[in-house]
């Protein structure tokens, strides 16, 4: 591994962390692309799950196999909201849907993408879904792993009595990992009022991709089939898999079915 002028050098791959600072929000983004920045063309850009960060694991393997076998590739992923390294401090549902805006005008902009995918993970699918409903279609072809098709209600099944009782006086309760993150009654309204699984998708359903686990806790892969024949969406249920794909096999599967899914295009 070295570092050159802001880059960092793997064997096949180059990864670089920047900021995109506009309209009062800075955006803090990892970009993963092959040893010839210029000859990229395609970006994926690969959104992750309520919790996670940038630097994801799962992301990274991702990125590396992706740009391996198609050398005219780069993946950007970015923090969400209040996730990672982010600045914010309190979740707001229309600040994930500009993020996400600003990332894609980044990459078609700055970058100069001919192609833009999308390849999102649970709250990354949810957004994602979101994402088509209220701006429209900007990628090349779409493929989720795990969307969480019912966020509201991962979120609204775990809250506690006592944390009922919290947030009804107006003040948040805690989610998260490495970061705790504020959860509050706005938030939670926000994510009832914009429910993704009885949406309309057919208008997009050619270019998209559903991966499930048969063993999800999160979003069972009854939903997730039940959402992919309303919308005539292609879609794989993967035998064992939970919600994360803590299984390797299973995971290098899953990404395999998903560079296959992108490159595909050519």
Not at 25 to 38: A, I
Not at 75 to 88: N, Q, S
Request: charged share 30%; hydrophobic share 35%; with cysteine.
């Amino acid at each position: 591994m070295i570092a050159k002028a802001g880059w960092v050098l793997y064997e096949v791959f180059m990864e670089k962390k920047f900021d995109i600072n506009k309209e009062g929000y800075s955006v803090r983004c990892l970009y993963y692309c092959g040893k010839e920045p210029k000859a990229v063309t395609d970006i994926v850009i690969a959104t992750y799950g309520f919790g996670g960060n940038k630097e994801n694991h799962a992301t990274k393997k991702f990125a590396e196999r992706m740009i391996s076998k198609y050398k005219h590739f780069g993946v950007i992923t970015f923090d969400w909201p209040c996730h990672g390294e982010d600045a914010r401090n309190r979740m707001i549902l229309s600040e994930f849907l500009e993020y996400y805006q600003m990332v894609i005008d980044h990459a078609r902009n700055d970058l100069g993408a001919e192609r833009i995918y999308a390849y999102g993970t649970s709250l990354g699918g949810y957004i994602t879904l979101l994402y088509l409903q209220e701006k429209g279609d900007p990628f090349t072809k779409i493929a989720l792993r795990v969307p969480a098709l019912h966020m509201f209600e991962n979120f609204d099944s775990r809250i506690t009595d006592d944390e009922r009782k919290t947030l009804s006086k107006g003040k948040d309760i805690t989610r998260g990992f490495t970061r705790k993150i504020k959860l509050s009654q706005d938030f939670l309204d926000e994510l009832k009022a914009h429910d993704v699984s009885d949406k309309d998708y057919l208008d997009y359903a050619d270019d998209m991709l559903i991966i499930a686990g048969s063993k999800d806790e999160y979003t069972s892969a009854l939903d997730i089939e039940k959402f992919c024949d309303d919308n005539v969406i292609e879609y794989e249920v993967v035998e064992n898999a939970d919600h994360p794909f803590t299984d390797r096999k299973l995971m290098d599967y899953a990404i395999s079915k998903i560079i296959e899914w992108f490159g595909n295009e050519e």
